[in-house]
């Protein structure tokens, strides 16, 4: 089994500890809520929101990826970090284990955050997988993602 590990950085104008009370804490409301034109739904199916906890969520019709069963595997509302493990989704079954994400979130001098995010991909056997497709496509994903958080948040300042 191969393992690929990307480091990205996103940047975005929400303090760290809003942005991660979004991402890690209330994403199962938030993000249906701001992106339902890609997410159509994201539900605890199993535990109670932390460790061990399994997250599905169910994407818009006509996307890719129709849906994703996430576990959590730490939070840390004091220190801000966040990591999770994709563990089934239609894309990939044949290539990928599983993948896990570790997130930090740190704040900026304008008084913004840095999601400081480390993915590693855990490959099955021989199967091939392209690491410049999964920084380019899901980077530019996750940075989306980022900027609709950002977007809701800027728009709506006492949510």
């Not at 109670?48 to 969520?57: A, F, L, Q, V």
């Amino acid at each position: 089994m191969g393992v690929i590990t990307l480091e990205n950085e996103f940047a975005v104008a929400v303090a760290p500890a809003k942005l991660f009370k979004a991402y890690c804490l209330e994403i199962d409301t938030l993000l249906p809520k701001i992106l339902p034109e890609h997410i159509k739904s994201s539900e605890i199916i199993e535990g109670n929101g932390g460790p061990g906890t399994i997250r599905k969520i169910t994407f818009a019709e006509g996307k890719d990826l129709s849906y994703a069963k996430q576990k959590i595997e730490a939070i840390d509302e004091e220190n801000l970090t966040y990591s999770f493990s994709l563990i089934e989704a239609n894309v990939w079954k044949d290539a990928v284990e599983k993948v896990t994400y570790e997130h930090k979130f740190v704040p900026t001098p304008e008084g913004g955050s840095i999601c400081k995010r480390t993915s590693t991909y855990y490959i099955k056997g021989d199967a091939e997988i392209n690491k410049d497709q999964i920084k380019d496509v899901y980077g530019k994903k996750t940075a989306g993602l980022f900027k609709a958080v950002e977007a809701y948040f800027l728009t709506n300042p006492d949510a």
